[in-house]
């Protein structure tokens, strides 16, 4: 009997034991399920906020204005429009008004060229590519635009008077000529999954 008495003896101090080590690999498990679920919140804020994570080169710049050009050029406003940053963060300011929409500025460009001829050749020429902050992957494109465009004059009439004579009207052709429009830009780029992209376009 005082065996028996001994032995249940036992059992009963070592449930509590038994029962605090449970209770403590449960609370580690949790905890450390806890901390992986914080690292990775943390993680995935840094992703979609900070642009030092999707580094680029500034070659990379270059290739986003080749395509522009190409774009352009072509007569597609679409794949010029590619160079944006499609979010909230894009603005696309001139001495006229300050556009806050990707969708905005394709809207403003699709009517103010309606077609290729309209579009004419656009050329950039680049006179700086810099790096603005290279840690979060800020660079700055400072340059000038041109585009060419093709333009008929329209007919103009003359009418030649000598006395009381009235000489008839003489209509001179249409002669094609050209149009040049130009003016300055800086262009700050930001990181993104799909590469450098503008956020900020001064134009002027």
Not at 45 to 58: D, R, V
Not at 152 to 181: H, V
Request: proline fraction near 4%; charged fraction near 25%; aromatic fraction near 8%.
């Amino acid at each position: 009997m005082a065996m028996e008495k001994k032995s249940s003896e036992n059992k009963m101090q070592k449930r509590p034991i038994l029962l605090a080590l449970i209770v403590g690999c449960c609370v580690a498990i949790a905890s450390n399920w806890h901390r992986n679920e914080i690292k990775e919140a943390v993680e995935q804020a840094k992703t979609e906020n900070n642009n030092g994570l999707f580094p680029y080169t500034l070659n990379e710049v270059q290739r986003v204005l080749d395509d522009q050009l190409l774009g352009w050029n072509n007569g597609n406003i679409d794949q010029f429009m590619e160079g944006y940053i499609k979010d909230s963060s894009v603005r696309f300011i001139t001495n006229k008004k300050v556009k806050t929409s990707w969708q905005e500025i394709t809207d403003s460009y699709k009517k103010g060229y309606p077609n290729k001829d309209a579009m004419g050749k656009l050329t950039f020429h680049r006179d700086e590519i810099r790096w603005v902050d290279k840690s979060k992957a800020i660079a700055q494109v400072i340059g000038r635009w041109q585009v060419i465009q093709k333009h008929r004059e329209p007919a103009s009439k003359e009418s030649l008077n000598a006395g009381t004579q009235t000489k008839p009207n003489i209509q001179k052709k249409n002669t094609p000529t050209q149009d040049t429009l130009s003016g300055r830009f800086s262009l700050i780029f930001v990181g993104t999954p799909k590469g450098p992209k503008i956020q900020i376009d001064h134009t002027w």
